[in-house]
């Protein structure tokens, strides 16, 4: 049985990740959930930690990218219509299931 592309394509992608993933975690062992700046202004304060931002951020896409994955494995992938197409096609669509009232 041929493997789809596009798995082999999402399976190299989470793999990658979860490398990244586990690099990014051991050097996050260290740092602050917040961080205090100062942008030079005179305005100090705490903000959250960037590297904690960037960590959630990747660990989203990563279970993404494994939904995607199982989606593919069971069969239940659907492709994503983005609406783009010829004018007339997206009128019809779009009023299709509209009667016509002629005036007598």
Do not use: C
């Not at 190299?12 to 602050?32: D, G, I």
């Not at 896409?61 to 004018?87: N, V």
């Amino acid at each position: 049985m041929a493997r789809d592309v596009n798995l082999s394509a999402l399976e190299s992608q989470a793999a990658f990740m979860r490398e990244a993933l586990n690099k990014q975690k051991t050097v996050l062992e260290y740092q602050p959930f917040v961080v205090e700046y100062d942008n030079g202004g005179g305005q100090t304060g705490t903000k959250e930690n960037p590297e904690w931002t960037a960590y959630e951020k990747l660990l989203k896409a990563y279970h993404a990218t494994l939904r995607a994955i199982a989606a593919q494995h069971s069969g239940t992938a659907k492709e994503k219509t983005t609406g783009i197409g010829s004018p007339l096609t997206n009128y019809r669509n779009k009023y299709g299931n509209l009667k016509v009232v002629k005036d007598a």
